[in-house]
């Protein structure tokens, strides 16, 4: 299984971008997918995720500015990213929790993650 990233780059304060991923490789069935973001010297923390009820979870952070959504049928999920600040910047990484094959359980996988600038 690979989780593939795409759209990061380079944005001034305010603007907006959009982030693809897409998983490929032997899949049975996607539980949760969705982002996560790492800062130079903080921890990984969550951005947006679809729970396995397609329920979503936000960061207050970006509560209003960003939205996930999904094309289940291409196992792809987006992260719409709309009034981009400066504390933005961060490397976004894709997650799914995965399950290869019939009653075998959901395996957590990453992809290589995509950098994000905001400029002031």
């Avoid at 001034?12 to 693809?20: F, H, I, T, Y």
């Avoid at 539980?31 to 130079?40: K, L, T, V």
């Amino acid at each position: 299984v690979q989780l593939v990233e795409s759209g990061g780059g380079l944005v001034q304060s305010g603007g907006s971008l959009r982030l693809s991923c897409t998983a490929s490789g032997r899949i049975f069935s996607i539980n949760g997918m969705g982002w996560y973001r790492q800062a130079p010297g903080k921890q990984r923390e969550l951005v947006a995720t679809f729970t396995r009820g397609g329920s979503t979870n936000y960061a207050d952070s970006v509560k209003g500015r960003f939205t996930i959504s999904r094309d289940n049928a291409e196992n792809t999920v987006h992260l719409h990213m709309n009034s981009l600040k400066p504390e933005d910047t961060a490397v976004y990484y894709c997650n799914a929790d995965i399950v290869d094959r019939i009653s075998r359980p959901a395996v957590a996988y990453w992809g290589k993650g995509t950098l994000v600038t905001v400029s002031s």
